[in-house]
């Protein structure tokens, strides 16, 4: 009574007492909420939160109110008042009932409980968080009766208990091979979500002790009765199902269904025989055994030896509800005890009780009365009657109680185990948690010396992002300087324009100073000697006039004897003395002004010659001034000059040297190139060392040839630098033999353009520099790009007619050797291998073998399509004529004929690694879808120029089709093979903690990322690949110069 009680309080908004109408309420409403009330009364006692099993008559009334309203509304809405979502017990008894009611429930069961599948899909949501106890269990279940409901739903001809005769079931799939195919994948996903039940609920006891005879173990273990059952019919439909498919389907077509139905048939077998061993299910049911091994679908004889599990579950005597237990209605009533037949038998035998032979019965004595005695003897018997009655209801006290004090032991015995239970696990987790704990510390460790090493490692970031600024920095400084030095060297240029113009300016002043000084100096001489010309001649005349005086004196002397005589001639003398005397004084007076003239001339000349002597001084010293400018503008002309060549020779060195580093970054691998471009940057960069080379030597014989000098090292730079980059871009193309020489070869050249440039950078090694070995390694790349370019481009139109018979005469032959590889890879798997792996190497091999005779019958249609279009289109012209005048045609041709030989060649490559073992089924497929490709775009290369109505065409067309269904064949075996092959592990994460599931989860998280990222890059990588490829095909067969003959 006090449990009953108790569960009454722990569900709350239980039904309502129905209030009894008056004496004029209607029978059917009456009778309505008798029902309603009676169905509210035994859903609530058969879901509440005691972790005991649901009793079968409560049970069992639910189902008989779903027969009686034909639905069931009324079970819904005492449910929808249960508080489900918080008490997990509670919500699991609720899907013991819910699936009761499915099975044996009205059919309308199932359609009403849809309407709450968006409830029930949340509720398993959020108990899904748990990861241990009831939560985990009922989002199993709820998944399992939502799994249920759509099926029935979807499958309207399966009743809800599944039991149906072998007619039906064939009716079920309407005798279509795809409607039992799609049954049987649906029967497969409710067997697995019975299975995952099955595994939970046995993953959460503890099966070293008995918890099957516990209360609580058995509130588990009784769904699975359900379950039980409903997994014997659908393992009995799956094989009938498949054995039918069989008959209909080949056996490649079905390898899944046959996997899927032996990993379900271990579990089932498994979980059936660690049932039957259980104490709990002896006495409730008995559980059929399945076969030591699963049923040969591959025979069909094999159907006739299975047999049909069937339950048998006993009379309900054997159920524990028959069990001798208190129950709790009866003890509700106490206030009348009742006497039990054992007690009355016993007082008869002892008093008797015939009213004749009874001595104390005086009341057949007639016309006797009562006296004191008689009163006292029937209120004594009343007394023992009474003391009987008091001491049964003792007795029934005491065997309630007892039963309940066992109960309760039963209880506690089974929280006990749980306890011990809980106690081993917490053990467990307390072992692991020190596990964990000492790997925390370890990681702990290791993520402090890796803190170190990354503060280290930082550190040396931060000094290289220092040094790296500084550089960056200094390589600022740098440009800015070789900027400088260029603005200087066109001022320095421009004022030496300007000081050699000056200077012819000051020698055209000093040759004309000195013309104007010669022709001074030349006309003072010349005056001066006019002048002492002119002394001299008045010294000759004062010197004659003298001596004249001197005759006239003495002439006098001897005269003035006959001065009588001579007087006259005296008089005529003194006369011709005084015009003398004043011819010489007029002379002397001439003679003076003329020396004061010359003193005035030579003080004139003096002065000029001094001004003259002062001037050209300080011309000499303005000339000698502007000479030392000059020198040292020369002088500094030349260090600019040289420091600019310097510094586009370190630019070049730079360029050259991250042309170098680029080639090595991963991240350049992506990077292409055609052979072509290679070439042209090749070619150019021989032209620039031409040009270098004679800039070099025009710089040596004159050195103002420098921005020549400079240009041509950076242009060197740049175009050797690029040569490096698409030398290995090119390589990324080319086979790996041809692609390692390239970048040999690429890497050389860059070494011996580094050492030139540092060899250009010596002022004492600049005219003795040798570039041949550059030129070498620079006509080598030139060289092996010119290997590398497409042979089509190079072919001339002559050439293509005997090019499209080469080349379909070596397709053919590959196609034969390829067929031949095959043959002879199966002999050999026939002789090593054995087995499953034997069977799937011969399937793939004779699926291979088969696509190459199709690609051999499409070759040859091929070859007679081509024959009756160049007959048919050539006219009076030769074949070979015809293919010239049709090339892009014929390229087309030859470029298909190419992809179908290398695609067989490579599938057969592929099948031989697969083979033995060391090759992926993955690049099969990949082959395989490439022929196909490939042969298509033969067959639309051969039918462009055919006639529609063609027989020809129309046996290449279904040549064609032929290859088509073979690949697909090879694809189907090779799936069919790897299945089979690869084990499959099954993911069990029973035994795993919260922790670890934790852990493993996020490490799945980490490896989807990584995976997805790399399947982006992957892909990307492929649309680069098919962008090149096509750009490549592009160019290989003339696709730009048939746009530019177009436009």
């Known amino acids: 009574m006090d449990r009953v009680k108790s569960s009454m309080q722990q569900v709350p908004n239980a039904i309502p007492k129905v209030i009894r109408r008056t004496g004029g309420a209607n029978s059917l409403e009456l009778e309505k909420e008798n029902f309603e009330r009676g169905q509210a009364v035994s859903i609530n006692k058969a879901i509440n939160t005691q972790e005991v099993a649901v009793k079968e008559k409560h049970a069992r009334t639910c189902i008989l109110g779903t027969h009686h309203e034909k639905g069931a509304h009324t079970f ?14 509670l919500c699991w008894k609720f899907c013991h009932v819910f699936h009761k009611l499915l099975r044996d429930g009205h059919p309308n069961v199932i359609k009403d409980s849809m309407r709450n599948k968006a409830d029930l899909t949340d509720m398993s949501r959020m108990w899904g ?42 009716e079920a799939g309407e005798n279509d091979v795809n409607n039992f195919f799609q049954l049987t994948v649906e029967m497969f996903d409710y067997l697995e979500c019975e299975l995952n039940l099955f595994l939970g609920v046995f993953s959460s006891l503890d099966m070293s002790r008995s918890v099957s005879v516990t209360a609580a173990g058995q509130c588990r273990l009784a769904p699975l009765i359900q379950v039980i059952l409903d997994c014997s019919h659908l393992y009995d439909y799956t094989v009938k199902l498949l054995f039918k498919l069989h008959s209909c ?59 049909s599990p069937v339950v048998v579950i006993p009379a309900e005597s054997s159920s524990p509800e028959s069990e001798h237990m208190v129950e709790t209605e009866d003890l509700v009533d106490t206030d009348i005890p009742v006497l039990p037949a054992a007690v009355e038998t016993k007082f008869d035998d002892l008093f008797g009780t015939s009213a004749a032979t009874d001595p104390f019965n005086f009341n057949s004595q007639n016309g006797m009365r009562k006296d004191d005695k008689d009163r006292l003897i029937e209120q004594l018997t009343r007394e023992i009657q009474a003391l009987k009655e008091e001491l049964e209801s003792f007795r029934l006290e005491s065997g309630r109680l007892c039963q309940a004090l066992r109960g309760r032991v039963s209880e506690l015995e089974a929280e006990l185990a749980e306890q011990s239970h809980l106690r081993m696990q917490a053990v467990g987790e307390s072992e692991f948690l020190k596990a964990e704990l000492d790997d925390l510390r370890r990681v702990k460790e290791d993520t402090e010396k890796e803190q170190r090493s990354l503060t280290e490692i930082e550190r040396k970031a931060q000094a290289n992002e220092q040094r790296y600024t500084k550089l960056k920095e200094k390589y600022t400084e740098l440009v800015q300087s070789h900027a400088d030095l260029l603005r200087k060297n066109a001022e320095v240029t421009r004022q030496m324009t300007v000081a050699r113009a000056a200077q012819d300016e000051v020698e055209a002043v000093r040759k004309e100073m000195q013309e104007k000084v010669k022709a001074a100096q030349e006309a003072a001489d010349r005056q001066e000697k006019e002048q002492l010309e002119q002394l001299q001649e008045l010294q000759t005349e004062l010197v004659s006039s003298r001596a004249e005086l001197g005759v006239l004196k003495t002439t006098m002397t001897s005269s003035q004897q006959s001065s009588e005589a001579l007087s006259t001639q005296l008089s005529t003398l003194e006369s011709e003395k005084a015009e003398l005397v004043e011819t010489l004084s007029k002379r002397e007076a001439e003679l003076t002004s003329m020396g004061e003239d010359l003193e005035q001339a030579q003080s004139s000349l003096a002065i000029e010659r001094e001004s003259g002597v002062k001037t050209a001084e300080a011309l000499q010293n303005q000339l000698n001034e502007k000479e030392s400018r000059e020198q040292a503008l020369e002088n500094q002309l030349v260090a600019a000059r040289w420091a600019s060549l310097l510094g586009a020779v370190e630019e070049a060195e730079r360029i050259v040297r991250d042309s170098l580093v680029q080639i090595d970054d991963p991240t350049h691998i992506s990077c292409t190139s055609s052979a072509e471009y290679l070439a042209s940057r090749c070619q150019a960069s021989l032209d620039c060392m031409d040009r270098l080379q004679s800039t070099r030597e025009a710089f040596l014989a004159d050195n103002t040839g420098v921005s020549e000098l400079m240009r041509a090292v950076t242009q060197f730079g740049h175009l050797v630098g690029d040569a490096i980059v698409q030398g290995s871009a090119t390589s990324h193309m080319v086979p790996v033999e041809q692609a390692d020489e390239l970048s040999e070869s690429v890497k050389a050249c860059g070494s011996e353009a580094l050492a030139l440039l540092g060899l250009l950078k010596e002022q004492e090694s600049l005219a003795t520099a040798d570039d041949s070995t550059l030129r070498k390694a620079l006509e080598g790349i030139l060289a092996a790009a010119e290997k590398l370019r497409p042979r089509g481009l190079e072919l001339q139109q002559g050439e293509l007619g005997d090019l499209v018979e080469q080349e379909m005469a070596a397709t053919s032959a590959a196609v034969e050797s390829a067929a031949a590889r095959i043959e002879e890879m199966l002999n050999k798997s026939r002789a090593v291998d054995t087995g499953i792996k034997m069977e799937v190497n011969e399937r793939i091999l004779a699926s291979c073998t088969d696509l190459m005779q199709a690609i051999k019958g499409l070759v040859l249609s091929s070859k007679d399509l081509q024959r009756d279009i160049v007959e048919s289109g050539r006219g009076a012209a030769s074949m070979k004529e015809f293919y010239a005048k049709n090339s892009r045609w014929t390229e087309g041709l030859i470029s298909a004929s190419k992809a179908v030989g290398w695609g067989a060649t490579v599938m057969v490559d592929a099948a031989d690694m697969v083979v033995q073992g060391k090759g992926k089924f993955e690049e099969l497929m990949v082959c395989s879808h490439e022929i196909a490709a490939s042969t298509a775009q033969l067959v639309a290369a051969s039918k462009v120029k055919a006639d529609k109505d063609s027989t020809n065409l129309h046996r290449l067309q279904q040549a064609s089709r032929g290859v088509t269904q073979a690949t697909a064949a090879v694809v189907a075996s090779t799936k069919s093979g790897k299945s089979q092959i690869e084990d499959k592990d099954t993911m069990d994460f029973s035994s795993m903690t919260l922790t670890q599931i934790k852990r493993q989860e996020m490490d799945s998280q980490v490896l989807v990322l990584e995976l997805e990222t790399r399947l982006q890059r992957e892909r990307e990588r492929l649309g680069e690949l098919r962008k090149k490829h096509y750009e490549l095909a592009g160019v290989a067969e003339g696709w730009g110069e048939e746009e530019e003959g177009t436009g």
């Not at 968080?129 to 409901?149: D, N, P, Q």
């Not at 059936?272 to 399945?290: A, D, E, T």
């Open 76 to 89: 819904w809405a005492a449910v929808n008042r249960l508080p489900l979502s918080s008490n997990a017990v």
């Open 249 to 307: 389907l080949p056996a490649d077509t079905l390898q899944g269904h046959r996997d899927r139905f032996q990993e379900q048939f271990k579990k089932l077998k498994s979980l059936f025989y660690r049932s039957s061993n259980l104490q709990y299910f002896k006495r409730l049911i008995q559980i059929p055994q399945l076969p030591e091994n699963p049923p040969n679908f591959l025979r069909a004889s094999a159907l006739s030896e299975h047999i």
């Open 129 to 170: 968080h748990l990861s241990e106890g009831y939560g985990k269990l009922c989002s199993i279940y709820l998944k399992l009766l939502i799994t249920k409901m759509e099926f029935h739903i979807k499958n309207p001809r399966f009743p809800g208990n599944l039991q149906m005769s072998n007619r039906q079931l064939d």
